[in-house]
């Protein structure tokens, strides 16, 4: 049973940064694809970044890239996302997300229908 975990969240103040970090297990961290999504109140999920099987391809939403940084950690079976320069409007519920790799890069990648495996989301709140 494939279970993923996130911790790291929490309330911050505008401008401030946050490392959120999400630990895999039940399956091979080697082969699975990665991503974090978010959800505001009121609002439908939506793509943060993904990360391909190995590191080697990052993708970023418009609205974090420059801020945010995705990686993982394959000694730990973990993946982060580094958020910096944070604003109110990334107050959100922040899941993270995989599905088993199919390829190099991560078709749909933004899509959270292709991702099998969810966790149980932790809370970031930025005070306006």
């Known amino acids: 049973q494939v279970q993923l975990v996130e911790s790291g969240g929490g309330s911050v103040q505008a401008g401030g940064s946050l490392r959120l970090s999400c630990t895999v297990s039940?399956?091979?961290?080697?082969?699975?694809?990665m991503a974090w999504f978010r959800q505001a109140p009121g609002q439908e999920r939506e793509f943060v970044a993904a990360?391909?099987?190995?590191?080697?391809?990052?993708y970023y939403a418009d609205s974090v890239k420059g801020r945010f940084t995705i990686s993982r950690d394959h000694t730990k079976n973990a993946e982060y996302l580094q958020m910096n320069s944070l604003k109110p409007e990334d107050t959100a519920v922040y899941y993270c997300?995989?599905?088993?790799?199919?390829?190099?890069?991560?078709?749909?990648?933004?899509?959270?229908?292709?991702?099998?495996?969810w966790g149980q989301g932790t809370q970031v709140t930025v005070p306006s």
């Open positions: 997300a995989g599905r088993a790799s199919q390829a190099y890069t991560i078709r749909g990648y933004d899509d959270p229908s292709g991702y099998t495996d």
């Open positions: 990360i391909n099987w190995n590191g080697g391809v990052t």
């Open positions: 039940g399956r091979t961290f080697s082969s699975y694809d």
